[in-house]
């Protein structure tokens, strides 16, 4: 019953807003075009629940080139195991940061929330190139679909830095989910947005 609700909330939420941000969907997409080479969407290839791939949205907020450059950055990365996070990465553009600051960028979401790749609220996606590298227990986050925001986004992400780590937050929120659970990181969420404490 709880799975139910949970889904028709995610389509009821990501409909409305989509609808009520078109505006300033449009605009952000203008921006992207205008400011830098490359495509407005970012598309990434992430894994959703039971290991199924699927093709994900964000706007762009890096330069075309990113993910061939990402190569010559590994030994750069600030996260243990299989993610990579860098505070002052070079490869994300002046209208960039704002918008990951912001997490203006991952609005784009809310379509494959309404598709039923996401939710609003789940272990973040993990790309196809590394979720090929996970470990048994590392794959259990993928029990669940993936979300837009997650305990680890609202846990201080910018001070966690090995990758196990993150994954045990994501299987405390698999283990003890609930509605209340979800209403609570997407309060937090908010915050963490209002406030600007979002990724470099």
Same mark, same amino acid.
């Given at each position: 019953? $709880? ?26 997409? *203008? ?5 830098? =080479?490359?495509?407005?969407?970012? !598309? &990434?290839?992430? *894994? ?13 907020? /890096? ?8 190569? %010559?950055?590994?030994?750069?990365? %600030?996260? !243990? ?10 490869? *994300?553009? !002046? ?10 960028? %991952? ?10 790749? /996401?939710?609003?609220?789940?272990? =973040?996606?993990?790309? $196809? ?8 227990? $590392? ?12 305990? &680890? $986004? ?11 780590? &993150? *994954? ?8 003890? &989910? ?23």
């Amino acid at each position: 019953m $709880q799975s139910a609700v949970k889904r028709a909330a995610d389509i009821v939420v990501a409909a409305l807003l989509l609808l009520l941000l078109s505006p300033l969907l449009a605009a952000i997409a *203008v921006l992207v075009r205008l400011s830098s =080479r490359g495509p407005i969407f970012y !598309r &990434w290839r992430v *894994v959703g629940r039971d290991g199924r791939y699927f093709t994900g949205y964000k706007f762009r907020t /890096m330069v075309e080139d990113a993910d061939r450059l990402k190569e %010559e950055l590994l030994p750069r990365n %600030e996260m !243990r195991g299989h993610a990579f996070k860098m505070k002052h990465d070079p490869r *994300v553009t !002046r209208l960039g940061r704002p918008l990951r600051r912001s997490s203006l960028d %991952e609005l784009p979401q809310l379509w494959s929330v309404l598709k039923g790749d /996401m939710s609003l609220v789940g272990p =973040r996606p993990a790309l $196809q190139v590394d979720y090929e590298r996970f470990n048994a227990w $590392q794959k259990r986050r993928v029990l669940v679909k993936p979300g837009i925001t997650c305990i &680890w $986004q609202v846990s201080g992400r910018n001070h966690i830095s090995d990758f196990d780590d &993150w *994954v045990r937050l994501d299987l405390e929120y698999i283990r003890n &989910w609930s509605l209340w659970l979800d209403m609570t990181i997407l309060l937090r969420t908010a915050l963490v947005v209002i406030s600007g404490r979002g990724a470099s």
